[in-house]
Structures are given as structure tokens and as C-alpha cells.
């Protein structure tokens, strides 16, 4: 399966809470949350060989306790990104969605994949796209986001900002600055993943969250 079959509003986490594998944290919180955010920040040998290593341990946390996952593409070139995305594709993973930053070169990749690719604002560099993950943190200390493509929002990227420092534990100043921009359309955005790299920072930021949404 490949995308998400119900409407549900999905909360997520990274796949970096610890030291250790991609399965090793997927497998700490699958109870806890509905989806896992893969960091693959390249795609070389090592990081093939440990997937290989581990996507059916992976599936198998899909099979038990329903969890999805989505995929943060490379961050240093396009043909990794390429590489990772394909490799994906041809998984068993329930991937519901990718996420990419705005490399150069993306242009190509967008056109024949972007309906399964979300491009993330980045604290320098924002390329709007029919689908957009919006990263508070980014918006916050850096170029702005441009409010008139709220409405291609499909993933949040939430965490706590303060004294120029992101990727905080979630706090209600911060969500009450994501409720100012997206007002009654927050409700309507699928994903929302608590980008936070620390296991005592996302059980924390889980109750403010929800608490929050109520």
C-alpha cells in the first residue's frame, strides 16, 4: 500500500530519537505515533546496505501496529534523490509521502513525480509546488513563507522555536504561531510530524500537541 487510506489527521516523528538503526527508532515509538519520518540524507552504499538490512523489519512494524512511513529524500544532490526515491518505489513500505528540499536541478524530478513529492521551505531557499511541507522552524529564522500557498500544505514540520534555536520540544507559543498562519486549514493537513531528535522531547511534544488539537 502506498498512500494513506483514510482522512485521518496523521501524527509522525523522525527516525533519529537516539543512537541507532532506522528500525531500532521506528520500533520505539510505533505504538506511540502513526507515522515514521525516514531521514535519508544521502543515498551511498552504507545507507543501501542498512535499509537492505532493515526494510522488512520495517514492514513487518507496518504489519503489527499499522504504521506508515514517509521519506526524507537527500539533501546533497539530485541524483541521489533520485536513486532513494526510485529504491522506495520499489519497496513493499507504505510510503505516504516524500519529502524534498529545493535542490537545484529539482525541476525535472518535480515533473515526473510530483504528486508523491512535497518540497520542504527551507531557512534560505523556497520553491512552491503543488505540494508543499511547511517547516515552522525554517519560517521562523529565515526567508518567509509566502502565505498564498497555505492551501498546497500537505505535511507540517512542528517542533519548538526559540532564541534562534528549532527543533525544540513542541510548546504552545509555537503552536499558537502555526494556528495564526493556518488558521481553520490546519485542520485539513494530513501529516504533522513532530521533527524533534530526542525520545524525551517527542513524548513531551506529543501532550502539547494534542492537547492543542484538543
Known sequence: MKTNPSR?????????LMPGTYYQNAKLVAQQV???????????????????????????????????????LPT??????????EYFERSSLQIINYVLHPLNGIERFLFQNGSRVSVENLREKI?????MTFDIGHHLLGERFDFRYTKNVNELHLMGVHDQRDHLRIDKETMQQVLEIFKEELRRIPLLCVEVFD????????????AFLG
Not at 485521518?8 to 533519529?16: A, C, D, P, R
Not at 546533497?76 to 526515491?85: E, F, G, K, L, T
Not at 525520545?199 to 494534542?210: A, G, M, N, P, R
Request: hydrophobic fraction near 35%; charged fraction near 20%; charge should be negative.
Open 34 to 72: 502513526d507515522f515514521v519520518e525516514l531521514l535519508v540524507y544521502t543515498w551511498d552504499q552504507q545507507t543501501c546496505d542498512l535499509m537492505n538490512s532493515e526494510i522488512s523489519k520495517l514492514g513487518s512494524l507496518s504489519e503489527k501496529h499499522g504504521l506508515f512511513y514517509t521519506v526524507h
Open 199 to 210: 525520545i524525551q522531547d517527542l513524548f513531551e511534544s506529543l501532550k502539547v500537541l494534542k
Open 8 to 16: 485521518k489527521q496523521l501524527i509522525g516523528t523522525t527516525s533519529w
Open 127 to 131: 520553491v512552491y509546488h503543488q505540494n
Open 76 to 85: 546533497d544532490s539530485i541524483q541521489n534523490v533520485v536513486c532513494a526515491y
